[in-house]
Structures are given as structure tokens and as C-alpha cells.
């Protein structure tokens, strides 16, 4: 260093001294060529950190990029994808910058004033496009859970410092090598017009790295993109060969274990447009992203992951709890190396379950939720079957990765216990259904005789058992067996498609719906930077919040706005025409744009005045015609969405006419819509404060949506609510709103309202001043702490009533957990709220009835319980399915299946008495004989089957077969069973062969069968069916 410092100024002042340009010029390239050549010759600088424990690693990161380069340093974003449906799992450092790289972000956030950053983000890739999941275990560097460190500038510096600051990270703080290091840069593509990224390559240089070990690649593996469209660039990589003491650039990007990339910086320079082209971002941007795991190998000397001090403390412990040997690092498809791929597996996948259970995303069975489903029934066959560790091994894990990753994620060691109830209870109801499914696999194997394994029996494991199809893959390969692939491929795709012939919930309906709208019109990141650069101002939607109580009644003022600017899903334009669909950007707004969990406003945009083509029709005894003329009119623009896109608010319309930027407009709110918003949005604030109220502080919110039906709101509770809790909460709520409390709110700055005591947050960016919202409780006097009243206070951008006497009523509809851990309920206010509190006390009289009268007396005969028995079926369907409160169905639910057990009972006696009856007949009419075959008088076919086993019982060499023919239907009911020891005739074929006959169907065992079919006179079929008889038994 001391001797380019040196070089520096000794041309710095021949530079001085020469006054001439070219040979300025001249001696600085000679300075660079110069430079080079020392840096190539010095070897690393600073400290090694050779054994550096991986929290000093990360630590080493984060205060580089703060200390010596002024990067903000920002908390992990949890897993789950903040407003993203794109991602099952965040999946880079960079999801949650998202905003910031595509122009959306709220300008009054303070991530919109971030310009360096750095992090520890925590990723999951299983599922989706970036899937890692089947690779875990295979080898030392796949994980479904990983750390990416990160470095990022937004329009800040650019290409030579991020490379520069990459460098001197490696090579002098961590003590790398520089001779075990080789760089990527993009190649060009000739087929895009890209040309080589020759600065990025001319930088490493300057850096003194060798020009062999500066090597270009194509788009592949050197240029980066978010999606199909959106910001891109070309991007650089820094590869780290495990060996050293080689030149091997031919091994870079090869995919070999020795020559490992280890960070890779994206230059974000341009836009993918729909058409794919590319055009220049007009902020360039740097994305670093360098994995944790891979970096703490490298610095430990580890060309395992598994091996470092990240994964060592969790396989310790999982010997501690199993049968196995000690890890011992093997790899392959070598028996003795199985146990060495479930520790890897088993230490990957509890630390991706322990963060994501942390996060709020629990094992369920869609989505985000179905992949961690997968991911635990995996740990648990290795760690059962493989491992041989007792039940509970699993959950006993959690402590220790809260130990090796809770000094980083907090959160880790605080949900440690929650996290742990949640795995032990998935463990425990996939244990029963492994046990059975290995035995299923095992049986199968052994009758396939080293062919294929059947399709269907590995549909069946995964639909019947809950098998993952990839774990069944697994199981099968360790076997050394496949599966029918193309058939199993057909049996998923059928059962694809089968739920489309089901009736849709409102919830899928509305999805269908949207999946099948017009894409939505919401600015590009070229189109807001153009906007900003237009000078056109941001969005003022303070009107929303615009209006008061008058005698009782919501008044929401006028709005007359400008149009600042027109948007037609390509770029912004001066005016469009009749037909066409854009995006209106006003100077004002009193529209709601959906965010928060709340519903967009409805309503439209008029113009007055304008003269518009109007046809006018005119018909009369003589003639037909059809004449046009021009009238005022006042046009209406529908407004059919309202979203936020980087501070602007865009108002979705199709045009009638004609509309243009600097027209003005009125905007006509939507006042039933809003105002019921309004209610199901201060209503969700009581319902969360009872909740909290009743359950405890630990309960927190997992999201919810504020629509003008109803509302819906998911909580982290650890099971379903009980009915007392219920009416806890259903009296709590109430208290609140027959307080009729002022509902105060008030925009105070974010380091404020974060200090508030009591205040309610979600994982959001919430915008620097934020609103904050309270109930009965002045936000001043929050901030002054002159209160020690516990109230629902939030930070919440949303549209409140003024008082929550206007709720009028609350009432949960329904309460279930969706997955373990985590409660959604469904609520209805108002004249709804009072409606489902009439229908809850006209279904508690209906079941009150039905119960007095079955008390009286227990039904004396097959007909009257039958009668009752689907009196009190249609009854439960009517709770189970009405909005009523979920207190009282749970209770009616209870004392209905009371009902129907005593009711079944009943029935099944009297059936046991008919059939008795109809047996002692037919015995004395027919005797016992090998053969009997007739007709009984009943229309139950259970009555039909007890008669035939009462029969059998009484006469065991006897083949019998009944029919009950149904007079006004023409339907006859068969029944039949036959001896033990009848190997000529079986029950089966004889029912089936009769029903048959009767144009019906019929199925059974070898010894007892039953089926229907229709005939107007059942004499024939008992000729047929006694001859058919003596055929196949020769009597």
C-alpha cells in the first residue's frame, strides 16, 4: 500500500509538471498498468480470520459496509413476502427492497430515503422457481434455509465502488487469498445488442486482479432480472477455489464442489420492458448478495457447510437424541452414507420449520403453508426411520437453533416454546401415517419383484396418508425402485382438475374473478421516474380521511380534482379515447386506494359541460330512422380500482369519451361502501383489543381484510377458542361499542408512536409521520403517558369511523385455525351482526324443541326415528352453515351430535328388532335349507342386510340372498351372504351378477355383498337369482 501511495505521487506531480494534456493522459495509464502489477505482486493484506466463529463472520460483514462505508444497517424482513403473491418464501436479500428498485415505495417511508444498505436476510428457497429442497442432504452446500448477507445502493454509488468495497472485504478483512479468487463479468449477448460490461471488467483490473483470472460469461450466468419484466442488469461474481495453488479458470461456473462462487453484485442499469427490450433505469442501482453458510465454509476451511459451527451444535445434537452412529460427513447413495444425508437433512430442515413457524407461516395445506408441510414430513421420516430418534426428537432440536441463530433473529428464542408445541404436534399426527405407509411401501416392493412401483399405491400414500410425493420418490430410491412416472404424472393432473366441478367458495369465486380481470394499470418504474422528472407532484388523498358526523349521519364533502396525468399501461399520454382503460393521476383525492387490508373505494369521476355524440332514436308509423346530435351531458368515469404506486394514486376508469390531463373532474364517492368499510375497519381494531383482552398479550395479528360484507382477521393463538372465551370476547366487544368511544386519530412521526405503551404493529413499513388510531383515549395524551387506560391504539392508515357506537353490533361468525398456531375469524357488523343474532335464536329454539321431544319418549317405531333422525341431520345443516355466533353453533353443534347418537342408537335397535321379526318368517315359512332365496316387505336396506345376517346366523350352511322391491320407485334393494366355506359361489359375484341383470350395481366381499337395481316385478329375479344359485353350486 505504502509503495502505490508512493507511485501516486511521484506521477501526480510529473503530471503537475508537464502541462501537457497527452502526456497527462499518457502517465496515468502507465500509473494503472503500474498498480496493477503491484497489486498482483503484494501479497493479502490485514488479519486472517482462518476458524472465524460464524457469528464474527456475519459480524465482520455488517460493520464493514456501517463503519467504514456508511451503510444504514436494516433488520431482516421475516420470511413471509410482505404483499408479494409472486413468492411462496422471500428468496434474496432483495424482496424486500422490491419498492425501492421498482419506484413504488411510499415517499413519506423511510425507506424511501434510504440510499446505502446492508442486512442479514433470512431466505427460504423450497417451492416456486428457486427450489433447493429435493437437492438438501445430497451434498455440503444446499440448504432450504440460508443467510444472505447484503450490501445494496439505491442511485448512490455504483460499479467501482461496490467492487472495490467487495474486494477489500475479502482479501483484507477476512484475510482471503487473492490467488484463490477468480471473477466473472458479463460476456455481452449479441442476440439482446448487449454489449460486454467491459467497465466492470477494467475495475477488477484496476484492482490488480491477474487478466486470467478475469473472465467473461453470458446471460445465463451474468446478467440478472427480476421477472419476465422490471429492473435488470448485468451482474459480476467472485468464485473462491477450495484447492488454491492453481490456475484453473476453466473450473469457473463449471458447477464443481472445489471452485465455489461466493458473491455475486448486480449492477441494476436497466428495464425489461413487455416487448423485452431493454431500456436505461434513470437511477442505477447495486444489489450484493453473498450466502452466509457458503462464506463461513470458506473462512473455516470447511468445503462443507454441513461442518462449520453453523450446523456442528445441531448434529451433535441430533446424536444425542438417535440410534446412529456420529456424523461423519459421507456422501453418495452408499447405504452406510444414508444416515449421514438425514443428519444433514434433518439439521437443514429444523432450522428452515424453527424460522418459518417464527415468521407466522405454519404447516398447512396451501401454498407457503403445504411446502413447510412437506419440509417437516420429511425431517420426521429421516429422523424416525433413518435416525431411529424417539418421538419429539425434532421439537427437542428447536433450543439449539435458537442458540446458534437467535443472537441475529431474536425472534427465534422468544417463539422457541411455540415453535417447538407446533412441530411435536405435526410430528405426532405424521408418525401413525409413516408407520403404516413405510409398511405399505415395503409390502408393495416385495409383490413388484424390481419392477415398478405402482402408481396408484403412491397417489394413495400421498392423498389417504399425506405422503409427499417427493418423499415417496425418496423412499422408493433408497430401494432401489421407480415409480410409474407417466402414470402418477396422469393421476396428479386428474386430481387437478377434479375440483373445478365442486362449488367455489365466495372466496375462490372472487379469486377466479380477478384472475380473470384486466391486468391492473399501475405504473412502471420508468413511468414514475418519469412522472418525478415531469414535476408532477404526489397524490393528496388527505381528503379520505375528509368528513364528520351530522345528526347521526356520516357526510363526506365534495372533491373536485385535476388531471395531473393519464397512464395507458405503457406510458404516460395527453389524452385518451372513447373505450380505452387508464390510470387517472389526480392533484387530490378522496378515494381510499387499497392498502392496509382495506378495500379500495368505489365510485366514479364526472366532467361537466362537455359536449358529447349522442344518438338518439326516433321511430314513428311512417319511417325508422336513426339520427345523432350533440348534447351537454355530464360523463361518468367508473372507477374500477384505486392502488398507491410510489406516492401517486391511480384511479383505474375506461374512458367514454374523451379525457385529458388538466381536465377537471368531481369525484362521487361510493358513501354506503365506504361507510361500511369504515365499520368492519374500526370494528377489526375492538375485535383485536378484546382478543388481546381475553387471551393475553402474546396474541398478535397474522393479517387481515377489511371488505364492506364483512371482516376477516387471522391471530397466533395455540388452539381453536373455546365457546366461554368466545362469549368473553363477544362481551367485550360489546361493552365497547355500546360505550360509544371516540375513535381519535392523529399523524404523529414513527420514533413517537413507536414509544407508545400498549401500541399494536404489523409487519409493515409504515410511512415517517405515521397515522396512529385509538379508542377512547386521546393520542396526546398517549404520547404524554398521562394514561394508564389499556386501549386498542394501532399504527393504521386506514378509513375509521368517528365513534364505535356506529358499529352498532359485532358478531364472529366463525372461528377455526387454519393452520396450528394460527385463528381466523370471520365477523359481520350491523344489521348483519343483528340478523345472525335473530337466526342464532330461532335454530337454539329448533334444537331446543327437538331435544324436549326426544326426551319425552324414545321413538317406537323405524319410521318415526328415521323421521327424527333426518329432522335432526337438516337441523345440523342449518347450524353448521348459517351466520349465527360461532358460541352458539359450537354449543348447538355439541348438543345436536348428542341428538343424532341417541337417534342412531334408536334406529339401530328397531332395525335389529324389524329384521329379527322378518327372519323368525321367513324361517318358519321356508325352514333351513342350503339354498334360500326371496323378498321381504322394508324400504331400509340396513334392515334388508340385519335379516340376511339374522338368517346366516340362524342357518351357517345357508346361501342367502333377499330383495325389497320399492313399489313407487321400481328400485329393489338386494342383500346376500354365503358360507365360509363356499368356494364355488361367492357373495360378490352373485350380487353383482343379479344387479346387473337389473340394470344396477353391486359390491361386496367373497362373503357378504348388497347392491340395487330396478325392476316392476321382482318374481323373475328370484328365479333368476335361486337358478344362477344351484348353477355355480351344483344344488
Known amino acids: ?454 402408481a396408484a399405491v403412491a397417489w394413495s400414500l400421498h392423498r389417504d396418508l399425506g405422503f409427499p410425493l417427493d418423499l415417496v420418490d425418496l423412499m422408493l430410491e433408497e430401494r432401489g425402485v421407480q415409480v410409474d412416472r407417466q402414470e402418477l404424472d396422469r393421476l396428479v393432473s386428474h386430481d387437478q382438475k377434479e375440483p373445478m366441478s365442486v362449488v367455489m367458495s365466495p372466496a375462490q369465486m372472487r379469486a377466479e374473478q380477478q384472475a380473470d380481470a384486466q391486468p391492473r394499470l399501475l405504473p412502471d418504474v420508468l413511468t414514475l421516474a418519469a412522472l418525478q422528472h415531469s414535476g408532477v407532484p404526489h397524490t393528496d388523498d388527505s381528503p379520505k380521511y375528509c368528513y364528520h358526523l351530522e345528526d347521526g349521519r356520516y357526510v363526506f364533502p365534495a372533491c373536485r380534482a385535476t388531471v395531473l396525468a393519464l397512464y395507458d399501461g405503457r406510458a404516460l399520454v395527453p389524452e385518451v379515447g372513447p373505450g380505452q382503460r387508464c390510470g387517472v393521476i389526480l392533484d387530490q383525492t378522496c378515494f381510499y386506494s387499497e392498502q392496509g387490508g382495506q378495500s379500495h373505494d368505489r365510485g366514479y369521476l364526472t366532467r361537466d359541460g362537455l359536449w358529447v355524440s349522442q344518438a338518439s332514436w326516433e321511430t314513428s308509423a311512417e319511417s325508422s330512422d336513426v339520427s345523432r346530435c350533440s348534447v351537454p351531458q355530464e360523463v361518468l368515469l367508473s372507477v374500477e380500482e384505486v392502488n398507491r404506486a410510489g406516492g401517486y394514486v391511480v384511479h383505474q376508469v375506461t374512458v367514454p369519451d374523451h379525457l385529458r390531463t388538466g381536465d377537471q373532474v368531481e369525484l362521487h364517492l361510493d358513501q354506503a361502501h365506504r361507510l361500511s368499510c369504515m365499520v368492519k375497519h374500526t370494528a377489526t381494531h375492538v375485535l383485536n383489543f378484546a382478543l388481546r383482552s381475553v387471551l393475553g398479550r402474546s396474541v398478535q395479528q397474522r393479517g387481515s381484510h377489511i371488505s364492506a360484507d364483512r371482516l376477516r382477521f387471522d391471530f397466533s393463538v395455540k388452539g381453536s377458542l373455546s365457546s366461554a372465551q368466545l362469549q368473553q370476547v363477544d362481551r367485550c366487544v360489546r361493552d365497547i361499542i355500546s360505550a360509544n368511544q371516540d375513535v381519535h386519530t392523529q399523524e404523529v412521526p414513527l420514533r413517537l408512536a413507536s414509544a407508545i405503551r400498549g401500541l399494536r404493529t404489523v409487519d409493515e413499513v409504515y410511512p415517517d409521520p405515521v397515522r396512529v388510531v385509538s379508542l377512547g383515549v386521546p393520542v396526546s395524551e398517549l404520547l404524554a403517558s398521562r394514561t394508564d387506560r389499556e386501549t386498542s391504539v394501532e399504527l393504521c392508515c386506514g378509513t375509521h369511523l368517528l365513534q364505535t357506537g356506529s358499529i352498532q353490533d359485532l358478531v364472529i361468525v366463525s372461528e377455526k385455525q387454519q393452520v396450528k398456531g394460527i385463528s381466523r375469524i370471520v365477523a359481520v357488523t350491523g344489521q348483519d351482526a343483528v340478523q345472525a343474532r335473530d337466526m342464532g335464536r330461532v335454530l337454539s329454539q329448533e334444537v331446543e324443541s327437538l331435544s324436549a321431544r326426544l326426551s319425552g319418549s324414545a321413538p317406537s317405531s323405524l319410521g318415526s326415528a328415521l323421521q327424527f333422525s333426518k329432522e335432526a341431520s337438516a337441523l345440523s345443516d342449518a347450524v353448521d352453515n348459517t351466520p349465527i355466533p360461532q358460541w352458539q353453533r359450537r354449543e348447538l353443534q355439541v348438543r345436536l351430535r348428542a341428538s343424532l347418537r341417541s337417534i342412531g342408537t334408536a334406529i339401530r335397535k328397531l332395525e335389529a328388532q324389524q329384521a329379527a321379526e322378518s327372519a323368525a318368517v321367513l324361517l318358519r315359512r321356508r325352514g333351513q335349507t342350503e339354498l334360500l332365496v326371496d323378498a321381504v316387505e322394508t324400504d331400509s336396506p340396513s334392515v334388508l342386510m340385519k335379516t340376511v345376517n339374522q338368517l346366516s346366523a340362524a342357518a351357517p350352511l345357508s346361501h342367502v340372498m333377499l330383495l325389497a322391491h320399492q313399489r313407487h320407485s321400481g328400485k329393489v334393494f338386494c342383500a346376500c351372504q354365503v358360507p365360509k366355506d363356499s368356494p364355488a359361489l361367492a357373495a360378490s359375484d352373485w350380487a353383482v351378477a343379479l344387479c346387473r341383470r337389473l340394470g344396477g350395481s353391486a359390491g361386496g366381499s367373497a362373503l357378504v355383498a348388497k347392491g340395487t337395481g330396478s325392476s316392476g316385478d321382482i318374481t323373475e329375479a328370484l328365479r333368476w337369482a335361486e337358478d344362477f344359485a344351484r348353477k355355480k353350486t351344483g344344488r
Open 1 to 454: 500500500m505504502r509503495r502505490e501511495a508512493s507511485c501516486r505521487l511521484v506521477v501526480l506531480e510529473a503530471v503537475r509538471g508537464s502541462g501537457s494534456t497527452w502526456f497527462g493522459v499518457a502517465v496515468v495509464q502507465m500509473m494503472r498498468l503500474l498498480l496493477r502489477r503491484l497489486r498482483q505482486l503484494s501479497p493479502a493484506s490485514g488479519r486472517s480470520f482462518s476458524g472465524l466463529p460464524a457469528a464474527q463472520v456475519r459480524r465482520t460483514f455488517l460493520d464493514f459496509f456501517r463503519d467504514q462505508h456508511q451503510h444504514l444497517l436494516v433488520p431482516s424482513a421475516p420470511v413471509r413476502p410482505r404483499g408479494d403473491p409472486s413468492l411462496l418464501f422471500v428468496n434474496a436479500g432483495m424482496n424486500q427492497f422490491k419498492p425501492v428498485l421498482l419506484g413504488t415505495v411510499d415517499p413519506r417511508s423511510q425507506m424511501a430515503l434510504w440510499r446505502r444498505v446492508a442486512n442479514s436476510q433470512r431466505c427460504v428457497r423450497a417451492g416456486g422457481k428457486h427450489n433447493d429442497l429435493e437437492d438438501v442432504g445430497r451434498d455440503g452446500t444446499h440448504h432450504t434455509f440460508f443467510e444472505m448477507l447484503g450490501s445494496w445502493s439505491f442511485g448512490d454509488y455504483f460499479k467501482e465502488e461496490a467492487c472495490r468495497m467487495a474486494w477489500s472485504l475479502l482479501t483484507e478483512h477476512y484475510g482471503i487469498p487473492a490467488d484463490r479468487l477468480y471473477v466473472s463479468y458479463f460476456g455481452g449477448d449479441a442476440g439482446s445488442g448487449l454489449t460486454a460490461d467491459r467497465e466492470t471488467r477494467d475495475i477488477w483490473l484496476d484492482l490488480g486482479v491477474p487478466a486470467s483470472r478475469v473472465l467473461p460469461f453470458g446471460l445465463k450466468d451474468n446478467f440478472w432480472e427480476m421477472g419476465d419484466t422490471g429492473p435488470c442488469g448485468p451482474c459480476t461474481e467472485i468464485h473462491y477455489d477450495h484447492v488454491g495453488g492453481r490456475h484453473v479458470p476453466a473450473l469457473v461456473n463449471a458447477g464443481g464442489p472445489e471452485l465455489v462462487e461466493i458473491w455475486n453484485l448486480v449492477f441494476i442499469q436497466y428495464n425489461r420492458e413487455a416487448d423485452q427490450s431493454l431500456r436505461l433505469l434513470p437511477q442505477f442501482s447495486v444489489d450484493t448478495g453473498m450466502g452466509l453458510e457458503r462464506l463461513v465454509g470458506v473462512l473455516q476451511g470447511k468445503r462443507s457447510n454441513y461442518d462449520t459451527d453453523l450446523f456442528t451444535p445441531l448434529l451433535d445434537a441430533i446424536h444425542q437424541r438417535s440410534k446412529a452412529a456420529r456424523y461423519s460427513g459421507r456422501m453418495g447413495a452408499a447405504p452406510e452414507a444414508q444416515v449421514d444425508r438425514a443428519y444433514r437433512v434433518v439439521a437443514d430442515h429444523v432450522r428452515t420449520l424453527a424460522v418459518c413457524i417464527a415468521d407466522g407461516v405454519h404447516p398447512g395445506m396451501s401454498g407457503a403453508e403445504l411446502v413447510l408441510r412437506r419440509i417437516l414430513r420429511r425431517a420426521v421420516r429421516f429422523c424416525a426411520e433413518v435416525l431411529q430418534a424417539p418421538p419429539g426428537s425434532l421439537a427437542s432440536l428447536v433450543p439449539t437453533v435458537a442458540q446458534t441463530l437467535g443472537d441475529i433473529f431474536p425472534e427465534l428464542s422468544q417463539e422457541a416454546d411455540r415453535i417447538a408445541d407446533i412441530i411435536d404436534e405435526n410430528e405426532g399426527h405424521f408418525l401413525s401415517s409413516l408407520r403404516r405407509g413405510s409398511r405399505l411401501i415395503q409390502r408393495t416392493c416385495l409383490q413388484t419383484d424390481g419392477g415398478h412401483f405402482p
